[in-house]
């Protein structure tokens, strides 16, 4: 199979799974004081924080679900590195909407779901990712870059940019992305999964969760 | 710590039985309710519609209600105040700044909320979809709604109908609203309405006005007709496409 093409296929963004809903938080980041000059800075904290965790769940999801088992255990280790609901429910939303497309195409990468309510994004991804058989370093680089471009796409409709500098911090995140990937890609059990909250990233999410006017979902 | 999944905290009421002539979730082929979606551009009443339909309809079918707001939640807001429907039948789904990519390429967003409502609410006859007021050219795709309402009104000018586009040519109903305005903004809704049947063959076109009974009675027909041709099996999605096309009507 071609890896890389698959990779290309999950990263994109026309892929319906409601990427378009999501702004990684920077909305309710924005919307609390965050200027668009500090969006770098908060790439980086989300890499070092909650999407670490993702990755980290995703990674072991993978391993565990390749290896015949189930991801009941590694959805929990997320859920207890999650102590925001609003994240979790953003997560679920996004779990629930790749299961739907996955079920389509690939209905047999589901298997190991079944029966598990509302599994995380992170779990979703890492279970699909195993079957379709691409590594731990391409799925966390993926959930890395996937987080970067959701910011920085989301930052383009919120505030006035030039989209062409949106890009440059794409680019100048990726060695951060690289590194993340890195520190997860050897994970194989829920333990070691990284316990690393951004209790700032978490207060903005519940913050958005109840505000009236909101152009993102999370 | 206990975590509950998303949607258990909203545990469906058990369903009140219904008087709708066969209620009952199997009456469909597919097993599910109609799904109909309700576009059109900014104003032109597309909540109002929905709000029509809920307090004419909700005392003989089991509904709900998905709106797709810009920026807010005021349609689902508007919908809940207007009591016409319990507000947890009435969601909303952020399209974060893309109204049509919600209804068209990528419709994940809605159709989980409509397959959310239809879990919940498993006797549901029919889940009306109000898209995002945006502009002319937005459709719904065949895969989140089985028909479609496009909604115009007579104070947007008369010209619009006559210059056609997707939804005014291919929607399964075109609605000319708001006809009780036409003396003043200075439309001739007669000429609207024969515009907009001539550039649809042969789908209906109704002049509505909130003030006008008889007219509210041409909608709830076309929704009892549709709903029934559902539940028949033969109410296929059609789909108005994102492009006119373009009709040859001279002889070559
Ligand atoms: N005169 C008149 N006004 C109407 C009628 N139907 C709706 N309106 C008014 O038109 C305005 C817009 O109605 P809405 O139902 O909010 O329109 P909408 O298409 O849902 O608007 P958006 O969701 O913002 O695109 C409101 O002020 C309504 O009161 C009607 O039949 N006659
Ligand atoms: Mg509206």
Known sequence: MHHELLVMLLADSRLPVAGHTQSGTVEAALAHGLTTHDVPAYLQTRLRSVTLVEAGTAVVARHVTRAGGRPDDVDRAWAARTPSPALRQASRGQGRALKHLAGKLWPEALVPLVGLAAPSRATVLGTVAGHLGLGPGSLARLIGYDDVQTVCSAVLKLAPLDPAVASGWVAAALPEVAALADQVADLTVPDRIPAVGCPQIEVWAEAHAVTSRRLFRA | ?252
């Open chain 2, 1 to 252: 710590m206990p975590d509950h999944s998303p949607d258990s905290h909203t545990a469906a009421p058990s369903a009140a039985p219904s008087a709708a002539p066969s209620a009952a979730p199997s009456a469909s082929p597919s097993g599910r309710p109609l799904r109909v979606g309700v576009c059109g551009p900014v104003g032109t009443g597309k909540s109002s519609i929905i709000a029509t339909l809920c307090r004419e309809l909700a005392p003989t079918l089991e509904l709900a209600v998905v709106t797709n707001d810009i920026y807010t939640d005021e349609d689902a807001r508007f919908l809940r105040s207007a009591g016409v429907l319990d507000a947890q039948r009435i969601r909303a789904v952020e399209t974060g700044a893309c109204p049509h990519t919600a209804i068209r390429d990528d419709i994940t967003a809605n159709l989980l909320t409509v397959e959310e409502l239809e879990e919940e609410y498993p006797a549901l006859d029919l889940v009306l979809v109000e898209s995002g007021g945006d502009n002319l050219t937005a459709t719904f795709s065949p895969a989140l709604v089985d028909a479609q309402i496009f909604v115009l009104d007579v104070a947007g000018g008369g010209d619009v109908a006559r210059k056609g586009g997707p939804g005014i040519e291919r929607a399964d109903l075109l609605v000319v609203n708001k006809t009780d305005l036409a003396p003043y903004v200075g439309v001739d809704v007669a000429r609207m309405i024969s515009d907009a049947s001539a550039v649809r063959s042969t789908r209906p076109v109704i002049g509505l006005s909130r003030t006008d009974r008889a007219s509210i009675a041409d909608l709830l027909a076309w929704v009892s007709t549709t709903l029934d041709r559902h539940r028949s099996g033969v109410l296929v999605p059609q789909d108005p496409g994102p492009m006119a096309r373009h009709v040859h009507a001279h002889q070559h």
